[in-house]
């Protein structure tokens, strides 16, 4: 209902962060699994984001990929190890992922507030003249 | 006597183009038509927002819903929307009362 734009706008909004935080979350989750050196590594996931139609919020457009190359550990008693005793660990740097998260947690309480705000202002806007 | 047998009472499946009572008081004929398309909009979008909320509250009941945030601004929505109607029809019924005071 266009009368009241600014839910469905927070709404993108708050999709779009949550959809960050997850991508964070699963990043951290797998930011020690070893492959072999004939595999590629765990690839980091990024969002792409764009607004949508003038007014109308943000979207997510896609997904890029991190690194596939990753780094080469010498772990040789881990199961996985080739014949130099080395594993590929993913090319996860750990601060970047909690200030990512910290980021994505308070731009959805932004969001998230924005959207309180504006269901306030409705909610008194339909008592004028009362 | 033999009696008909009652016929079952269908669920209500929700408003879907309501018509208001015939604005009577008011006394120009296009003031009273204008109120009353808004007032048959407003309770159109409002049964419209209540029936997204409906499916979406149905879903998440049921463990299909992956996205939390639209059931809850698909509730404020309608929740918005019979506000909207509800201090429409109080105008009215304010605006009927005032004309019906005048004295002549």
Known sequence: MSLFSAIGISQSGIGTYKAWIDATADNVANANDARRTSEEAFRARRLI??????????????VSFGDAE?????????PLADDRGMVRMPDLNMSDEM????????AYQANV?????????????LEIGK | MAFAPIAPIAAVAGLSGAAPATAAGAGTGTVAGGLGN???DSLQAASQAQGTADGLMAAAATGELTDL??????????QLATQLTVALRN????SFNEVMRMQL
Do not use: C, W
């Open chain 1, 113 to 125: 507030t924005a959207f309180e705000r504006a269901r306030d202002g409705y909610l008194r806007e």
């Open chain 2, 91 to 94: 105008k009215a019924v304010e």
């Open chain 2, 38 to 40: 808004l007032f048959t």
């Open chain 1, 70 to 78: 990753g780094r080469l550990v010498h772990d040789p008693n881990n």
């Open chain 1, 49 to 62: 984001v764009t607004s949508a139609a003038p007014g109308e919020g943000v979207r997510v457009v896609g």
């Open chain 1, 99 to 106: 200030t990512s998260l910290i980021i994505a947690q308070r």
């Open chain 2, 69 to 78: 945030t639209s059931v809850m601004s698909a509730m404020t929505e309608a």
